[in-house]
T-cell receptor, first 115, second 115 residues
């Protein structure tokens, strides 16, 4: 069965620090990869996505992620975090083709940014 | 475009009762998926509907059911509620993108508390 692992449960950073959140998935076939963000009191929002092509994808608010197929990884990065980035971040995967309405999520990483 | 809407936003039910939750997708989206979010299990896929047909189902007991109407609106029903059904229930709608992949857009969720 497919699964997604997010290595860090809670990350605490100071403003302007760099961020990298790890995500690994287990599935042998072709996948679509996503990062979602849930700000306090708000609903899940799509941060960025990878379907095919350039493995380095850029999303909203200065976030980017790199798909490394050989490592089954899709890590999220941001060079300089802001207090407003405080949120919970979820990595998700779905298989390419067929029914894609079944997102498999990681457990999430809570990011706290100190001002 | 209006986003995904879910009603009601909050619900308190007693063990043994049943509950129906409603989801209106973004206009033009024909796929609707449902997820359960709890602190312990995270985000778990319940089922997906496309053009009134259930296309995919997660690993939940038969007490969880759903349906989709011709206007793409969807409902999910939970019968014989248990305390463990307390959760945030999220609905997501999707449309097939240019490269043959879905992006799911989430609603704010219905917070169900079972007492």
């Amino acid at each position: 069965a497919q699964s997604v692992s997010q290595h860090n449960h809670h990350v605490i950073l100071s403003e302007a620090a760099s961020l990298e959140l790890g995500c690994n998935y287990s599935y042998g076939g072709t996948v679509n990869l996503f990062w979602y963000v849930q700000y306090p009191g708000q609903h899940l929002q799509l941060l960025l996505k990878y379907f095919s092509g350039d493995p380095l994808v850029k999303g909203i608010k200065g976030f980017e992620a790199e798909f490394i197929k050989s490592k089954f990884s899709f890590n999220l990065r941001k060079p300089s975090v802001q207090w407003s980035d405080t949120a919970e971040y979820f990595c998700a995967v779905t298989r390419m083709g067929g029914s894609q309405g079944n997102l498999i999520f990681g457990k999430g990483t809570k990011l706290s940014v100190k001002p | 475009k209006a986003g995904v809407t879910q009603t009601p936003r909050y619900l308190i039910k007693t063990r043994g009762q049943q509950v129906t939750l409603s989801c209106s997708p973004i206009s033009g989206h024909r796929s609707v998926s449902w997820y359960q979010q709890t602190p312990g299990q995270g985000l778990q896929f319940l089922f997906e509907y496309f053009s009134e047909t259930q296309r995919n189902k997660g690993n939940f007991p038969g007490r969880f059911s759903g349906r989709q109407f011709s206007n793409s609106r969807s409902e999910m029903n939970v019968s014989t509620l248990e305390l463990g059904d307390s959760a945030l229930y999220l609905c997501a709608s999707a449309v097939l993108g240019k490269r043959g992949s879905y992006e799911q857009y989430f609603g704010p969720g219905t917070r169900l508390t079972v007492t």
